[in-house]
């Protein structure tokens, strides 16, 4: 590369534009397909275990609360969690599905990062606490 030719990209680059982005204060949309939280429906689940068997990085535990009513609750270990989608490929109930606008989850404490999903009784039973609704029937533990 000859100066000449620096020269002319540097007077370029002061005039262009940055390409970086003024996170958190600019925020693009993340694709359709972006691999986000993963969320469970405990409405189809039959407690089979495939899930929780093929995940490589040990963040799920299906936990029985009652097994003839396939009553269950996912816990969820958000910060084992490597994102790579398997368990939503081994369910075949769609029970599971990644959140593809749910990336931003840092957290100063570990308990955001562990999350019990299931119906609010089934909740309340595994917590020993009164059932109370729940936006998205999920709790942190
Ligand atoms: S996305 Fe991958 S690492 Fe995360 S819970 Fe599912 S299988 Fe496990
Ligand atoms: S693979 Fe699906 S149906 Fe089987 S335990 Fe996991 S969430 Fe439930």
């Known amino acids: 590369m000859t100066i000449g030719s620096m020269i002319g990209d ?9 390409v970086t982005q003024q996170y958190p204060f600019e925020r693009k949309e993340a694709p359709e397909r972006f691999r986000g939280r993963v969320h469970y429906e405990p409405g189809g689940c039959t407690g089979c ?24 609750v996912m816990r ?17 109930f769609s029970s599971l599905r990644m959140a593809h606008d749910e990336w931003e989850l840092a957290a ?10 299931g119906l609010p009784e089934d909740l309340a039973t595994l917590h020993g606490t009164e059932a109370e609704p729940e936006p998205d029937a999920c709790r942190n533990v």
């Open 49 to 72: 275990q495939l899930c929780v068997k093929d995940c490589p990085a040990y963040a799920l535990e299906l936990i029985t609360i009652d097994k003839a009513a396939k009553r269950f």
């Open 108 to 117: 100063t404490s570990r308990s955001p990062f562990v999350i019990d999903y």
């Open 10 to 18: 540097i007077v370029e680059s002061l005039f262009k534009k940055p």
């Open 76 to 92: 969820y270990h958000m910060d084992r969690c490597v994102y790579c989608g398997q368990c939503v490929i081994s369910c075949r």
